[in-house]
T-cell receptor, first 118, second 117 residues
């Protein structure tokens, strides 16, 4: 079964500093990987996704992520954070839910809470 | 705004009561999902529906039932609510259809915050 680990429960970064959120996955085949952001009281919004091809993926809001197969990682980065980036971030891996090849569900990590210091 | 709409946004129940959480999407998506989100647990899949007329269990289906009423609507029912079902419930939809893998992303509603006393 697939799994996702986000090692950092909380991360505090100063506004304007760079950011890296870690994500490690376990999956037996080529993974489909995602990063979502959740603002307080809101649903999840997709930041970026990796299906295949270029291992450096660009997303919305200035985020990017790099897929490293050898490390089973898909870390999220941003060169300079803004106060509005404070939120909960979830990494997820997509997998076939059953052998019939039906709809893909997502397995989520437990999330990283990002705090931005002024 | 188009997307996934969940009702109600908040609900308080007593143990043993029943209720149905409603979800509708207007993106003509085939697949729909129900997740629950608990502190420190991330999101866990309760049930999903690959297409109209089909439903399947996810990771944590016990205590829940679902109905895919039509392509737009996917409801989640708690027949006899228990305090362990206190959670935030998210409905999601995606373009994925049977036989096609990886056609996420999934679009999420804003959630239903459910408290069971």
């Amino acid at each position: 079964a697939q799994s996702v680990t986000q090692p950092d429960i909380h991360i505090t970064v100063s506004e304007g500093a760079s950011l890296e959120l870690r994500c490690n996955y376990s999956y037996g085949a080529t993974p489909y990987l995602f990063w979502y952001v959740q603002s307080p009281g809101q649903g999840l919004q997709l930041l970026l996704k990796y299906f295949s091809g270029d291992t450096l993926v660009q997303g919305i809001k200035g985020f990017e992520a790099e897929f490293k197969r050898s490390q089973s990682s898909f870390n999220l980065r941003k060169p300079s954070v803004h106060w509005s980036d404070a939120a909960e971030y979830f990494c997820a891996v997509g997998a076939t839910m059953y052998s019939g090849g039906g709809a893909d569900g997502l397995t989520f990590g437990k999330g990283t809470h990002l705090i931005i210091q002024p | 705004n188009a997307g996934v709409t969940q009702t109600p946004k908040f609900q308080v129940l007593k143990t043993g009561q029943s209720m149905t959480l409603q979800c509708a999407q207007d993106m003509n998506h085939n697949s729909m999902y129900w997740y629950r989100q608990d502190p420190g647990m991330g999101l866990r899949l309760i049930y999903y529906s690959a297409s109209e007329g089909t439903t399947d269990k996810g990771e944590v289906p016990n205590g829940y039932n679902v109905s895919r009423l039509n392509k737009r609507e996917f409801s989640l029912r708690l027949e006899s609510a228990a305090p362990s079902q206190t959670s935030v419930y998210f409905c999601a939809s995606s373009e994925a259809i049977i036989g096609e893998r990886g056609r996420q992303p999934q679009h999420f509603g804003d959630g239903t915050r459910l408290s069971i006393l």
